[in-house]
Nanobody, 119 residues
Framework: QVQLVESGGGLVQPGGSLRLSCDAS????????MRWYRQAPGKQRELVAT???????GYADSVKGRFTISRDNAKNTVYLQMNSLKSEDTAVYYC?????????????WGQGTQVTVSS
């Protein structure tokens, strides 16, 4: 079994920054992809950012230039640095990893961390 624990959410003013972390533990073997999703009230969950095992990253258009995803393979941790936050970034943020003995692995989700951007 794999456990994901997120941290770093909270309340921040527009224009501010937050850094989310997600620590993976358990029967991981190899982590192939690490992602951050978010879900705002009344909306579908959306993909925010993805990072491969080699460090290649991709972003949703809405966060490009403001958010940065990174990973520490030694710690099995993925981060999301969020700068220039806007009210529309308010959501519950979830980390997601694909891991296992062979590609593509199995998907696991964290419990979510609330990010609220408000003055």
């Amino acid at each position: 079994q794999v456990q994901l624990v997120e941290s770093g959410g909270g309340l921040v003013q527009p224009g501010g920054s937050l850094r989310l972390s997600c620590d993976a533990s358990g029967s991981i073997f190899t982590i192939y992809l690490m992602r951050w999703y978010r879900q705002a009230p009344g909306k579908q969950r959306e993909l925010v950012a993805t990072i491969t095992s080699g460090g290649s990253a991709g972003y949703a258009d809405s966060v490009k230039g403001r958010f940065t995803i990174s990973r520490d393979n030694a710690k099995n941790t993925v981060y999301l640095q969020m700068n220039s936050l806007k009210s529309e970034d308010t959501a519950v943020y979830y980390c997601n990893i694909a891991c296992g003995r062979a590609w593509p692995g199995d998907m696991y989700w964290g419990q979510g961390t609330q990010v609220t951007v408000s003055s």
